[in-house]
């Protein structure tokens, strides 16, 4: 048996204290004192490879250099990962990984250029209330993944891979307390239940912070956040040979109004573009006076307060079985979300309006696959891949205290579904000791499904695009700690449409098209990756050198844009539409 204690008290500025209390009926091995470097093994190829052999531009944090480095969150994770940006502007409710500076404009979850994954399993939900302690490691893959991870992976992935339950019983108790009102509260129970056969665990967690900043109307704090966490995985192994992973996971978030600075037009020193358009140019002010109007009035959406609530439920189960030197693994998931924001859209001190989101997602997916054992010079992967995801969404921008917000049976909500079909296989072969290469291909069918409006505009559109995605790499061993790569790989982003301008009339639509070169139909994005790598150790592998240059070339960018629908009318429509083209080096 094993238990792990750790206390934290953050302290003002950098001053952290850190005490920990191992108990453990287990002896520790000290003899070996060398600062050789840790072997990392990671799955980003859908089989276990070690870090460096691996010809792909990755970074992997184990679980020690989590802890050792204090990172508690994605944002945290991006600090210590080259070429991977996350934030969360405006609260919680945002979660879009970028990768190589790739931005995303569209608060859409079916459409997002990098994703989250969590042991290979699709997450599209926030990823900013997972608890980092639960995790073996976290592999942030940089480059289009879609010729296996598949669609969402247009310029990366990062996939969580958690703890496994042990082999003895052990519980771990993690506590952090602040500065602001922040405590963190966390405990895991592992360990058999019938011996050899099936295995548990279980975890909770609490989170709690009061927010940094006062808001000058009523002196409360902004940005407070609270979260509740629990998940449970079981581990059964029937056979030496056979073994399923059955996980279950929930989340709740329920934040306070969001810290938000508001600059006035006279303040926007960029411009005009366009004749009347003007910007903010330079480094933005992180100081000010924050005025947020938090005063709801009565309303039949039953809405209390300002703020972002959330609540997310996973389930997933994965298989493998090992047979005759293959592996067949099977991996389904159920994911559900419903989040609300409300927030002052004015902060001008002075209330004049606000706004009710609502954002409901849910997907179904499903992968079977094959891959060969790995230890000869031949190697294979292959495998099929169903999902589908349904996305509900509606903004009420009304006055300041929201009284006109709808009760939700009444509400209409904008609609956006993707359906995808997948087949996909990799081989690899050793040409020799030192040159190997691998070819990659995913055949997709994506059909999207937008619908939008109200009443006699309502409109419903579909379309479908089919796409080969391929990846090939080479890399040759200049000498056993010296890696030269190469990799050419594509990604693509299936077509959609501005249902809300299809809304509009004939005259309108001519408008907005003639005026601003925004239509209907968009055409679907593509993308295609050249890369160079150099992996490498040093001194008796006590030191370490991975460097990668890489040119992405992304055709018909989709960005959003704001249009009207005549030249006298004072109604904005937020719609999107294909910029051009994109080249980023780095």
């Known amino acids: 048996m094993s238990i792990s204690i750790s206390l934290r008290l953050l302290l003002p500025a950098v001053m952290t204290l850190v005490v920990t209390i191992p108990v453990s009926a287990q002896n520790t ?23 460096q052999d691996v010809p792909l531009t990755i970074t992997a944090l184990t679980a020690e250099t989590l802890a050792a480095a204090g990172v508690r969150d994605v944002k945290q994770l991006s600090n210590l990962t080259p070429g991977f940006h996350f934030e969360n502007p405006g609260g919680r409710q945002n979660s879009q990984p970028r990768i190589r500076g790739m931005d995303i404009n569209t608060a859409n979850p ?49 996939n969580f891979v958690s703890k496994d339950p042990g082999e003895e019983l052990g519980f771990d108790v993690v506590g952090t307390a602040g500065t602001a009102g922040l405590e963190e509260y966390s405990a895991s129970l592992s360990g058999p239940i019938i011996a050899d056969k099936l295995y548990g665990r279980v975890h909770l967690r609490s989170y709690e912070f009061d927010g940094r900043y006062r808001n000058s109307l009523n002196n409360e704090r902004l940005g407070a956040q609270q979260s509740r966490s629990g998940s449970a995985v079981l581990v059964w192994k029937p056979l030496d040979t056979l073994r399923f992973d059955l996980r279950y996971m929930r989340q709740s978030d329920d934040d306070g109004p969001a810290a938000i600075l508001q600059l006035g037009a006279s303040q926007l020193n960029c411009g005009p573009f366009g004749g009347t358009f003007r910007f903010y140019c330079g480094k933005l002010p992180t100081s000010g006076t924050y005025r947020a109007n938090t005063v709801v009035g009565t309303n039949a959406a039953g809405i209390d307060a300002f703020g972002y609530e959330r609540d997310s439920e996973t389930l997933s189960l994965k298989g493998a079985w090992s047979v005759g030197g293959h592996e067949i693994a099977l991996i389904g998931s159920r994911f559900e979300e419903n989040s609300l924001d409300v927030s002052d859209a004015d902060l001008t001190g002075s209330p004049v309006f606000g706004t009710a989101s609502y954002q409901d997602f849910s997907d179904r997916s499903f992968e079977l696959r094959v891959s060969s054992a790995g230890d000869g010079p031949f190697r294979y992967v292959a495998g099929v891949f169903w999902y589908e995801g349904e996305f509900l969404s509606n903004a009420y921008f009304t006055g ?57 505009n309502r409109r419903t559109l579909s379309g479908e695009t089919k796409a080969w995605l391929p990846r090939v790499i080479l890399d040759y061993k200049i000498t056993d700690d010296v890696m030269l790569y190469g990799v050419v790989s594509e990604g693509n982003k299936p077509k959609q449409f501005n249902a809300n301008i299809a809304a509009r009339s004939a005259t309108e639509q001519a408008y907005i098209l003639q005026t601003y070169g925004v239509g209907v139909a968009l055409d679907e994005e593509t993308l295609r990756n050249y890369e160079l790598g150099l992996k490498s150790t040093w001194l008796d592998r006590r030191a370490l050198l991975n460097v990668a240059m890489f040119k992405m070339d992304w055709q018909d960018q989709v960005t959003r844009r704001q249009v009207f629908p005549s030249p006298t009318s004072t109604t904005q429509i937020d719609a999107v539409a294909n910029a051009g083209s994109t080249e980023i080096k780095g």
Do not use: C, H, W
């Open 110 to 158: 079916t459409r997002q250029n990098a994703s989250f994954f969590v042991d290979g399993v699709y997450m599209p939900g926030s990823t900013q209330t997972l608890d980092f302690s639960e995790f073996e490691r976290i592999e942030v893959i940089k480059g289009p993944q879609s010729a296996l991870f598949g669609r969402q992976t247009f310029g990366g992935a990062v």
């Open 400 to 456: 300041a205290t929201l009284t006109t917000v709808p009760a939700p049976a009444a509400q209409i909500r904008d609609i956006a579904e993707a359906k995808n079909r997948a087949a996909f296989a990799s081989v690899g072969y050793d040409f020799s000791d030192r040159l190997r290469g691998s070819v990659e291909l995913r055949y997709q069918q994506d059909e999207v499904v937008n619908v939008s409006g109200s009443g006699v």
């Open 29 to 51: 091995d000290t003899t070996n004192t060398s600062a050789v470097l840790q072997e990392v093994v990671v799955t980003a190829r859908k089989r276990e490879e070690p870090l």
